[in-house]
C-alpha cells in the first residue's frame, strides 16, 4: 500500500510558479499588475523624466561655476550661479577667521574624524588608543580653535562663522547633552525625592522655553548670574544652552526606553544580589539606550539644525554667511542657489546621522525574532 | 523518590514566624508560619491568587512583608540594605517568564552577577558558567543570544545563571507554566537532577507528577493562608482538608 511507503519529511521542495519570483514578477506584482496601474506608472516615469531632465540642467550643464557677478553669470549660461558660492567658500567654511591660520581648523577638522570613529564604531581596530585620542580631542580642538598657547595667534571669537561654527556648537553641544540626558532621565526615576524634583523641574523648564529665548539669554543674562569675576565666552554660553535645551529632550527620551524595559528584568538583576548601580549600568542603560536610538538622533539632527538660530545674537553661521553674500550688491537676487548649497551641507550632515542611527540600531538587535 | 536523610537534624535554613503582607490594604499573606531545614524541597500549590508567588518572592525580599519575621541562614530580613544583599546572595530564583537578559549572551548572562556582584576572576566565572552549563545540557548555545533559544532552553539557562552565584536555596517560581509541552520535561528533569544534589529547593508548581517524585513537603494555600502542610503520600492519597480535597480533584481529574 502507497501509505505505509510513504515516509514524513520526504516531500520535496518545489520551485515557485513561474513568473512570481525574479525582476519578472517584482516588475509585474509592483507596477504592472493592473491596466490603471500600468498607466499610472507610465504616467510617472514620463514626469520623473522631465523633472530630472530639468533639475540635472539647471544644476549642472547649463550652471556657471565661475564668474565675477550675477550679471556676468547671466552672460554666460542659464542655469545656476554656484559663482557666489565658489568665490565665498573659504567663508562659508571659515567664516572670518584669519585665512593664514585657517590650517589650525583644518587639523581640527580631520581630527574630529579620527576622535569620534573610535566612539561610533566599537569594532574598529586599535580601538583603545583612538579612545585615548578621543579624550584629549576637545582640548587639542579648544587650543587650536581659540589660540593663546604654545604659540598660536590668538583668535577672536567674532571672527567665527561658517560650517566650522556649525560644527563646533553642534558637536559639543551633542557630545555633553548625552551624559547630562541620561542622568537627568535616571535622575527623574529616583526614589530619592530632591533629585527627583531638581530633574524635572529642569527637564520641565528646558522644554517648556524656545530655544531662541534660551539664546538672549546666554547672549545678553548669563554673566549676572554667574560669581563676579567670571566671563564665559559668548560661544561657551552659547554651547551650554544648546546642551541643557538637548538634555532635557534627550532626558524624556531615555526615560521611555527606561520604563518600556519589563519589571522582570530588575527582579532578576535584585534577585542575583545587583546594586542599583550595577542594574543601571549593565542592565537597565544598555537595554534602554538601545530602545532610545531613534529619538536620541531625531533630537541630535534637531540640534544640529537648531543651530542656525545662533543668528539672532549676531553669530554667522553659513545661513549667516549666506545672507551677508546676498546683501553684496553683485550677488544680489541668487538665494535660491546660496540657500539650496547651505541646505545641501545640513541635509548631508542629518542623513549621515540618520543612516548611522539605523546602522547602530541593526548591529545592536539581539532580538531575533 | 528522592530521599532526605539530614531533614530534622540540622537547623532551619529558612524561617517564617507569623508573617503577614498587604498590597495596599489586600491582605495576601495570613500568619504564614514555615521552616525550611537545610536540603529540604518544598513545593507550595493552590489556586491562582493564593499568594504562593508572594510568599517565595518575600524570601528573597522581591517583596516586602509588613509583619512577622523571616530568618534566611540565620540572616533577618529587614530594611537593613547589607542584609538583603547577604542573603540575594545566598537565594537563587528561577521565573516564569525567564527573564534573561536579551542583550546579553548566554554566557554573558551566567558570568555578569558571579563577576561584579562575588568579584570572580572573568576567567573562573567563565569556567563555572561552562562547567554549570553543561550540567543542565546547553553548553553548546553560550555564545547565542536568549531571543535565539527555545523556551525550554531559556529556562535552564536562567538556572544556570542562578546556580553561577553558588546559592543555599534555589526558588522556583512557576518554572514550566510559560512552556511548551514539549519543554516541559527538559526543564523539570534539570529541576530533578538540582534536588538529587542536594539543593533546597521551594516551588511553586503545579506539575504534580514533579512534586510526587521529589518532595519533602507540599504546602497547599488558599487566599492568603497554609490551609495544609504534608508529606506528598498523605498528600495526595487522603489529604486532611477539604478544600485541599477538591482542589486535588480539580487538577487531577482530567
Redesign the interface.
Known amino acids: 500500500m502507497i501509505k505505509e511507503l510513504y515516509k514524513p519529511g520526504s516531500y520535496p521542495n518545489l520551485a515557485p510558479p513561474k513568473g512570481t519570483v525574479g525582476f519578472y514578477g517584482w516588475t509585474k506584482s509592483n507596477l504592472f499588475s493592473s491596466l490603471s496601474n500600468s498607466l499610472l506608472t507610465i504616467f510617472s516615469f514620463i514626469l520623473l523624466y522631465f523633472l530630472i531632465d530639468g533639475i540635472i540642467g539647471w544644476f549642472f550643464l547649463d550652471a556657471v561655476f565661475d564668474a565675477d557677478s550675477k550679471i556676468e553669470c547671466r552672460k554666460i549660461d542659464s542655469g545656476a550661479c554656484w559663482a557666489v558660492i565658489t568665490r565665498r567658500v573659504g567663508q562659508f567654511i571659515y567664516g572670518f577667521y584669519p585665512d593664514a591660520e585657517r590650517w589650525r581648523i583644518d587639523i581640527v577638522f580631520i581630527g574630529l574624524f579620527f576622535a569620534s570613529a573610535p566612539l561610533l564604531y566599537p569594532d574598529l581596530p586599535l580601538r583603545r588608543w583612538l579612545l585615548w585620542f578621543s579624550g584629549f580631542y576637545p582640548f587639542i580642538a579648544f587650543i587650536l580653535i581659540n589660540g593663546g598657547l604654545f604659540g598660536l595667534v590668538s583668535i577672536e571669537i567674532n571672527l567665527f562663522g561658517g560650517f566650522m561654527l556649525t560644527l563646533i556648537i553642534g558637536v559639543s553641544g551633542i557630545v555633553c547633552s548625552l551624559p547630562l540626558g541620561i542622568m537627568l532621565a535616571l535622575g527623574r526615576q529616583s526614589k530619592l525625592t530632591v533629585v527627583r524634583s531638581i530633574s524635572v523641574c529642569f527637564i520641565e523648564f528646558m522644554r517648556g522655553v524656545p530655544l531662541i529665548t534660551l539664546l538672549f539669554v546666554a547672549s545678553s543674562m548669563l554673566n549676572y548670574f554667574m560669581p563676579p569675576g567670571t566671563n564665559f565666552s559668548i560661544l561657551v554660553r552659547v554651547i551650554i544652552m544648546f546642551t541643557f535645551f538637548a538634555a532635557a529632550y534627550i532626558a524624556e527620551v531615555i526615560r521611555g526606553g527606561i520604563q518600556a524595559i519589563p519589571k522582570g528584568q530588575y527582579e532578576a538583576a535584585e534577585s542575583l544580589g545587583m546594586t542599583y548601580w550595577q542594574t543601571t549600568r549593565f542592565i537597565t542603560l544598555p537595554q534602554a539606550m538601545k530602545i532610545s536610538i531613534p529619538g536620541i538622533v531625531n533630537t541630535f539632527i534637531g540640534l544640529y539644525k537648531d543651530t542656525t538660530l545662533v543668528i539672532v545674537i549676531g553669530l554667522l553661521d553659513p545661513l549667516g554667511i549666506g545672507r551677508a553674500a546676498l546683501a553684496d550688491t553683485k550677488w544680489n537676487g541668487l538665494s535660491t542657489e546660496t540657500y539650496l548649497f547651505v541646505a545641501l551641507f545640513f541635509f548631508v550632515s542629518c542623513f549621515a546621522m540618520s543612516r548611522y542611527s539605523l546602522w547602530l540600531e541593526n548591529k545592536l538587535n539581539t532580538d531575533h525574532r | 523518590m528522592v530521599t532526605n536523610k539530614k531533614n530534622n537534624s540540622s537547623k532551619p535554613v529558612i524561617e517564617i514566624k507569623e508573617m503577614h503582607k498587604w498590597f495596599g490594604n489586600f491582605h495576601v499573606l495570613k500568619n504564614i508560619t514555615l521552616k525550611v531545614n537545610q536540603g529540604e524541597r518544598i513545593v507550595i500549590c493552590g489556586p491562582s491568587g493564593s499568594g504562593k508567588s508572594t510568599l517565595i518572592r518575600c524570601i528573597?525580599r522581591?517583596e516586602v512583608h509588613q509583619q512577622g519575621d523571616i530568618i534566611v541562614n540565620d540572616i533577618e530580613l529587614s530594611g537593613d540594605l547589607k542584609n538583603l544583599?547577604a542573603i540575594?546572595?545566598e537565594?537563587?530564583?528561577v521565573?516564569q517568564?525567564f527573564?534573561?537578559?536579551?542583550?546579553?549572551s548566554v554566557l554573558e548572562n551566567c558570568t555578569?552577577?558571579p563577576i561584579?556582584?562575588r568579584g570572580l576572576p572573568k576567567k573562573e566565572a567563565e569556567e563555572m558558567a561552562m562547567e554549570l552549563l553543561t550540567k543542565v545540557k546547553i553548553p553548546e548555545q553560550a555564545l547565542k543570544?536568549?531571543?535565539?533559544l527555545s523556551g525550554g532552553q531559556q529556562q535552564r539557562v536562567?538556572i544556570a545563571?542562578?546556580l553561577c552565584?553558588e546559592p543555599k536555596i534555589m526558588l522556583f517560581d512557576e518554572p514550566t507554566s510559560a512552556l511548551d509541552p514539549e519543554m516541559i520535561k527538559e526543564v523539570l528533569d534539570t529541576m530533578i537532577e538540582l534536588a538529587e544534589s542536594g539543593m533546597t529547593m521551594l516551588v511553586v508548581t503545579h506539575e504534580m507528577g514533579f512534586a510526587k517524585k521529589v518532595a519533602d513537603s507540599i504546602i497547599f494555600m488558599d487566599e492568603g493562608e497554609i490551609i495544609e502542610q504534608n508529606n506528598p503520600k498523605t498528600f495526595f492519597n487522603n489529604p486532611e482538608n477539604e478544600r485541599t480535597k477538591l482542589f486535588l480533584s480539580q487538577i487531577l481529574n482530567h
Open positions: 528573597n522581591l544583599e540575594r546572595r537565594v537563587g530564583m521565573f517568564s527573564n534573561l537578559f536579551p542583550h546579553l555578569l552577577a561584579w556582584v543570544f536568549p531571543g535565539q536562567a545563571r542562578s552565584m
